[in-house]
């Protein structure tokens, strides 16, 4: 069987982080319960009160640094639903932009994946949840880039 591409590999390991974020580990939220991260299906109305989804990753290429080389970018988009624990915009607010600070965090950490790419950014914007019709919470949204060299020729 051949190995996973490199950028399902990355997106795997930032799965993996996403899932250690807990408020054990030091975090504001805990993302580590089943049925908080989805991938590629959006937020299910049935889903709990806070959770992520990852949209559709998108890949491109640009030459690299010496001829026959390509950087290549993952850009993984995100959307996160928040609870807060008050009533007001700026509370939903406060809570969105802790679970943004607990991603970044959790991503930042190890921005090369465990070696397996060069660097990663991540992007994220709030919004009080009642703009999308998510009563009583706040919004995150963003996106993870995800860098490494490839030869050219090659798959990953």
Request: net charge negative.
């Amino acid at each position: 069987m051949p190995v996973a591409s490199r950028a399902r590999q990355a997106l795997e390991a930032v799965l993996v982080k996403l899932a250690g974020i807990t408020v054990g580990a030091g975090y504001h939220c805990t993302l580590s319960d089943p049925g908080q991260i989805f991938v590629g299906e959006g937020i299910p109305a049935s889903a709990g009160p806070l959770v992520v989804a990852i949209g559709d990753p998108r890949i491109a290429s640009e030459h690299g640094p010496q001829l026959g080389r390509y950087k290549r970018t993952l850009t993984v988009p995100f959307i996160g639903r928040v609870p807060a624990t008050g009533g007001t915009g700026a509370e939903r607010i406060y809570a969105a932009l802790d679970v943004a600070s607990d991603i970044k965090a959790a991503l930042e950490a190890d921005r090369t994946l465990g070696g397996l790419v060069l660097d990663l950014i991540v992007e994220a914007d709030t919004f009080v949840g009642a703009e999308v019709g998510w009563t009583g919470c706040g919004g995150v949204s963003g996106t993870i880039s995800v860098y490494w060299h490839a030869n050219s020729g090659a798959g990953s």
